[in-house]
């Protein structure tokens, strides 16, 4: 299993940036890809952004392409998620998923082959 700490989130004004990471720990914390998915109230759980544990694979969602940027952090198993030029629309729960035991270039958009979550970072954007 792989424990999974989101950190970094918080309020920030439109046009503002964030940047949330992940530390993933535990004895099968190597080999993993990590995503990042969002959930609004009222609103299902939606794909943001996702790496490859060898980094060379990336997917964004529309919605963040261009303003967001995953990648992987200076800390081992750490991942980050740079978010720039903020709209009140990206106001959600972020939370981190991971899978372990991956090919290298592996990584998803669905979030149901992710088996480990974080508890969330709260980000609120206000107009």
């Known amino acids: 299993q792989v424990q999974l700490v989101e950190s970094g989130g918080g309020l920030v004004q439109a046009g503002g940036s964030l940047r949330l990471s992940c530390a993933a720990s535990?004895?099968?914390?190597?080999?993993?890809?990590v995503g990042w998915f969002r959930q609004a109230p009222g609103k299902e759980r939606e794909f943001v952004a996702t790496?490859?544990?060898?980094?060379?694979?990336?997917y964004y969602a529309d919605s963040v392409k261009g303003r967001f940027t995953i990648s992987s952090g200076n800390a081992p198993n750490t991942v980050n998620l740079q978010m720039n030029s903020l709209k009140p629309d990206d106001t959600a729960v972020y939370y981190c998923?991971?899978?372990?035991?991956?090919?290298?270039?592996?990584?998803?958009?669905?979030?149901?082959?992710?088996?480990?979550w974080g508890q969330g970072t709260q980000v609120t954007v206000s107009s």
């Open positions: 998923a991971a899978r372990k035991n991956v090919l290298a270039g592996w990584t998803s958009r669905d979030s149901n082959d992710f088996g480990s």
């Open positions: 790496i490859s544990w060898s980094g060379g694979t990336k």
């Open positions: 535990g004895r099968s914390s190597s080999n993993v890809a």
